[in-house]
């Protein structure tokens, strides 16, 4: 499987998860926090004409003339979704087009939106290449990394099979 934004996401939330996605484990069809998160995508996204792009291997939330915009339920796991954006952003910079990143998160406890901008620099472009490289490294390996054992894990879609 190419490396794409879920992988990439995945990556930093858990090996793991990472590995399973990758070599085509896919669980997420039962899980309640994805369909959230797909529900906060289509609610959010529904009347807008720039929403939804898919390029390649990626899907992008929404795109103007100056922001590729990812937009997330949680700030839970910003790190993860900043990469995940770096990546829309590098596979976009590919293709020539040249924009800034903007993660939206929509916490559904809290009143307010948090957003966060971010650039791909030279610097985190190459992180970026050997963060690919690695997942590459882990989906071809025989070797299943291990189960975290973290608070995180209960929510997670392959949480059945990691402790089932």
Known sequence: MKVNGTLMN????CKRQCFLHGNRINLEDNSENVKIGKALHEAKLSDDKSAELEIDNIKIDKISAE???????S???ETASKWQLYYYLYVLKLKGIQRKG???FF??????S???IIELTPEIE????EYVRDIESLIESNDLPPVLHKKQCSKCAY???CYI
């Open 107 to 112: 916490e559904k406890n809290k009143q307010e």
């Open 126 to 129: 190459v992180q970026l290449l």
């Open 102 to 104: 903007k993660l939206q």
């Open 159 to 161: 949480y059945e099979y």
């Open 75 to 77: 700030d839970a796991d």
């Open 114 to 116: 948090r957003t966060l």
């Open 10 to 13: 995945y990556y930093f939330h």
């Open 67 to 73: 922001y590729l915009t990812e937009i997330k339920k």
